[in-house]
C-alpha cells in the first residue's frame, strides 16, 4: 500500500482534472488516476494494432481474467457476474426478464434514481403494474426508519423489491443487507441499485445475497467510463438475457452477455491494473479519507448557510458524499438546478450539483483523494454570498 496525503499536490497530480476548476463532483462520472488511463491506453493500442485478434482470440480470456479480479473485489461468485455499461442499464435488464402481470407491485423508494423511476413507470404503463412507493424520511432521526420505511410498503403483490443501497440526490446509505434478508425471508426477490456503491463502501456481495445487485465502477473504483457490473443469483441465471441479442444469446448466461456487438470493451479488459491502483492506495484508507472530508465539509457548508444538517452524523448513514439543504425561495425545477451550477461554475469555478427531493433543493458534495479540505471551504463561501 503507499503512502498518501489527501488534496496533496503529488494526490492531485495523479488526475487529469482541470485544476483551475474545484471539483466536488466525484459521485456523478467518476475521474481516471493517469495509471489507469494509461493502462486503458495500452489495451486500446492493442486492440487497434490488430482488432481481431484483440477482439475474437484474446477478449474472451481477458473478460474471464478480469471477471476472476472483479468476484473477488466484491466477495461474489463469478459464475453470476456479468459486465454491462452502467448501472441504468442493468436494471433495465433486469426488469425486462420478468413476466409482468397487471397487478404485480414493484416496491421502490422515493430517493430513488430518475432513470430507475422511468423504467418502472414504463412498466406501469404498458402491463398495468403498481408501484408502491417506499417514503423514506429525511431529514432523518433514526437509521432504523429506513429500513421501516420499505418493509412495511411491502405485501403479498409485491414482484420485486428495488432497493437502493447509496441513494443518488440525497446521498444516503440504506441497510441494504437488512432490508434484503428480510424481503428473502419473505419470498420478495431484491434488485440493488448500488450505482455508488463499489469502492465507497465495503461490500459482500454473496453474504448479502441479493437476487440481483449492480452497481457502477466509473464513479467510486477509478475505472474508465462506461463500466459496470451485474450480479445474479444462481437461480435467475437460466432466465436473465441481455437487451441485446448478439451470437451468444441462447448460450450460457456469460455467451449472452459478453458480446452483444462490437464496443470498446477496454474498461472491462483494464479493470486488473484498475483494481492494482485503487488497492494500492489502500481501500479502507480511501474510504475513511473520503468520509473524514465530506463530514468536515457539510458541517462547514451548512454553517455557512445557516442550515441543519439533514441526518445525525452517523458513519452507518454517508459515506462519500453528502447532502445539505440549500436555503433558497426558488422552486427546485431542473432549470433552477441548472442555473445555480451554472451560477458556482461560471463564477467561482467549482463543480458541484444541486438536487430536488421533496420539492426542496440539496447541495451533494463528494469528497476524493484529490481533495483537500480548504475546497469545502471555497465552496462554503461562494454558497454563502450566494443563498
Known amino acids: 500500500m503507499t503512502t498518501w496525503v489527501t488534496g496533496s499536490p503529488e494526490m492531485k497530480s495523479r488526475f487529469v482534472l482541470d485544476p483551475t ?3 466536488l463532483n ?9 495509471e489507469v488511463l494509461d493502462a486503458q491506453s495500452r489495451h486500446r493500442a492493442a486492440m487497434e ?7 475474437v482470440r ?8 478480469a471477471r476472476a479480479r472483479l468476484s473477488r473485489f466484491l466477495h461474489a461468485d463469478p459464475a453470476g457476474l456479468l459486465f454491462v455499461p452502467n448501472a441504468t442499464t442493468a436494471v433495465a435488464t433486469v426488469l425486462a426478464s420478468f413476466d409482468w402481470r397487471e397487478g404485480d407491485e414493484i416496491v421502490f423508494a422515493d430517493h430513488g434514481y ?13 402491463y398495468g403494474v403498481r408501484l408502491r412507493r417506499a417514503e423514506l424520511p429525511f431529514p432523518l432521526e433514526r437509521p432504523e426508519q429506513l429500513a421501516d420505511a420499505y418493509l412495511q410498503v411491502l405485501g403479498p403483490r409485491t414482484r420485486l423489491l428495488l432497493l437502493d443501497h447509496l441513494t443518488s440526490p440525497t446521498a444516503l446509505v440504506l441497510p441494504a443487507a437488512d432490508i434484503v434478508a ?3 425471508r419473505r419470498g420478495i426477490p431484491t434488485l440493488v441499485d448500488g450505482a455508488h456503491a463499489p469502492g465507497s463502501l465495503p461490500l459482500d456481495l454473496d453474504a448479502m445475497g441479493a437476487d440481483f445487485y449492480t452497481g457502477n465502477l466509473h464513479k467510486w473504483l477509478f475505472t474508465p ?7 445474479v443469483a444462481a437461480p435467475w441465471r437460466d432466465l436473465l438475457r441481455p437487451l441485446v441479442a448478439s451470437h451468444g444469446y441462447f448460450g450460457d448466461l456469460h455467451e449472452a452477455f459478453d458480446w452483444t456487438g462490437t464496443c470498446d470493451p477496454t474498461p472491462w479488459t483494464c479493470l486488473p491494473e484498475t483494481l492494482d491502483a485503487f488497492e494500492a492506495l489502500g481501500p479502507d484508507e480511501v474510504r475513511r479519507s473520503n468520509h473524514h472530508l465530506v463530514r468536515e465539509g457539510r458541517e462547514r457548508i451548512a454553517r455557512a ?11 452507518a448513514l454517508y459515506g462519500p458524499m453528502a447532502a445539505i439543504p440549500f436555503p433558497s425561495g426558488g422552486e427546485a425545477s431542473p432549470e433552477r438546478l441548472a442555473a445555480l451550477n451554472r451560477h458556482l461554475y461560471e463564477t467561482h469555478r467549482i463543480e458541484v450539483p444541486f438536487t430536488a427531493y421533496d420539492a426542496r433543493i440539496w447541495l451533494r458534495i463528494s469528497g476524493q483523494v484529490y481533495n483537500h479540505p480548504a475546497d469545502f471551504e471555497r465552496l462554503a463561501r461562494a454558497l454563502a454570498r450566494q443563498a
Open 21 to 23: 476548476v474545484t471539483y
Open 26 to 34: 466525484h459521485g456523478s462520472f467518476g475521474a481516471c488516476p493517469r
Open 49 to 55: 494494432a490488430e482488432p481481431v485478434d484483440y477482439l
Open 58 to 65: 484474446q477478449l474472451p480470456g481477458l473478460f474471464q481474467t
Open 114 to 126: 430518475n432513470a430507475v423511476r422511468v423504467a418502472i413507470h414504463l412498466l406501469e404503463r404498458r
Open 182 to 184: 428480510e424481503a428473502r
Open 225 to 231: 467510463k462506461g463500466c459496470a457490473f451485474l450480479q
Open 305 to 315: 448557510l445557516g442550515v441543519t444538517l439533514p441526518h445525525p452524523d452517523d458513519p
